[in-house]
């Protein structure tokens, strides 16, 4: 049973399968109308739980979406209203839930309550986000990245900001795709050392700058996220916003990377902040194909996790 719970604990070879399969159903759906069904069905008789402990746009429609163009059925579950909000462990969750559904994809707080659920599921379990990771996010990106600009190999990959889950993705996306990553942010919020070692280990240059001018020369891609996470206290506001006011990504950074050199949000953002307007909305970003994307590269996914 394959389970998608991060990006290093799925091997190169199967990540790279994923993203073929992401972009072949993304071509052969080209020119149809959207709710038009897959010509393959893989899903078909399949029921999905799709559960959420945090808010969602695109991971919850995305996914709901996806489903439905590949035949199956979904159920949108929110935490607080599942027993699982009220005592039930998430092991005794997982096994019931095992009953009726045929796969997993949950969005929450605490690493371990998705680690519990894939331990004790008969079904295969995706990571839909929780406060340390996002690898479905990243997938779409990587995608995103070589549909614009080719093989995302040798690459240097410029992270500004806070070292959150997003990054920590990031970081396991350049040990398994083999590209380099410069992180530009204040020490307070730097990644884990548990990420960035793994990412060294896998041989690639992983940097730490405190400069964010000197971090993205030479940058293939610039990457941003939002500077308070769902799972950060609103008390940190002010203090994060202050930390972080030198790595937001304008104009004037962006012509520090290489000419083309593009623009990643996982979104949502939150313009003027992290990111100005005059970038998301310019030339050299893809924010948009990026959100596309999540359909295509968690339909491979799932058919990765159900060997369909
Ligand atoms: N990028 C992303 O995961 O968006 P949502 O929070 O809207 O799902
Ligand atoms: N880092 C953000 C990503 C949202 C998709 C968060 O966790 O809130």
Redesign the pocket.
Known sequence: MNHFLDIHKTDPAALRTILDDALAMKSARKGLPRATLDAEKPLDGHMVALIFE?P?T??RVSFDVGVRQMGGETMVLSGSDMQLGHGETIADTARVLSRYVDLIMIRTFDESVLLEMAEYADVPVING?T?RT?PC?IMADVMTYEEHRGPIKGKKVVWCG?G???CASFLHAAAQFQFDLTFAGPAQLDPEDEFVGLARRAGCTIQIERDADKAVAGADLVVA??W?????SQSTKERRHNQLRPYQVNQELMSKANDNALFMH???AHREEEVTSEVMDGPNSVIFDEAENRLHAQKAIMRYCLGR
């Open positions: 945090k969602s695109r991971t986000l406060d996002h996010q806070d959150n889950n997003v996220d939002t308070v996470s769902m799972h950060d996982c979104l949502p």
